[in-house]
């Protein structure tokens, strides 16, 4: 598994994951990208940044990286930083398929995403994925699994995925929705000749939405590796939106709002890598104070209390612009 090789790294910030989904396409539904992002959001500026922030991520010990085919250009500005640093051996490259991105390079595109779980598109993918991301490849995930996707009734599609996983990488799902605990329960009862078939679960968890702890706790039980998602909820834990009792433990914790709602996540027992989604620099670093958080049990109720019903969040997240 090429998980182990962050169970054997040394550094603090190990577990924590870069994101490339706000910097590998002009347009996402983060909150404050006006903020982050310079405004001509050219190929050429958004590869600078997404290997700013590659070049960040790994001197301060950041280990696995995420991207995703309908990420616009992440694969490529990946697989050309990874190319150019031939010494950086130490990292776990995970991506997704999926969906296809549609946005054309624009942020008032009409569809920024379609998607298709189909064998074909798998086919499709892998190839577009393997000529990007080439041998460094180490999971490959479906993009947002949901419980009426036909990825998780389709067996040819699980064979070929078993054979994926034979050939050396690993294979796990990422799950959005309200009903993502549903997709996971359903997804760890799929196996391919008397074996699971994933190895690993990415799926939404934050302070707002914690819908799925117990089924992510069941995958980790069950020998998968959890990759949390969307920790800080598209933006909304994070300084100045931040809710006030969000704010109010972070300053007792000498932290900002956004290291402290990482390190809420990073606290789970169930949780292997939590994923930053920084569009800056300085948004990294302060993500990476996370793992320096201290939460005492009076301080993670206090949090609790931030917790939103499951549907309603996602149909605010639903309606987020993309910008």
Known sequence: MPFA?????????????????????????????????????????LRERTHELLDAAYAQGVRYFDAARSYGRAEEFLGDWLRAHPEVDDVVIGSKWGYSYTGNWRTDADVHEVKDHTLAMYETQRAETGKLLGDRLDLYQIHSLTPDSPALTDTALHERLARLADEGVSVGFSTSGPHQADTIRAALDITVADRPLFRSVQSTYNLLETSAEAALAEAHEAGLTVIIKEALANGRLVAPQAPAVLREVADEAGASPDAVALAAALCRPWAGVVLSGAATTEQLFTNLHAVTVDLDEERLARLAELTEDSSAYWRYRSELPWS
């Open 5 to 45: 090789r962050l169970a054997r790294a040394t550094t603090p910030t190990a577990h924590i994951g870069l994101g490339l989904a706000a910097v590998g396409r002009p347009a996402y539904i983060n909150l404050g990208r006006e903020r982050d992002l310079p405004a001509e959001r050219s190929v050429d500026a």
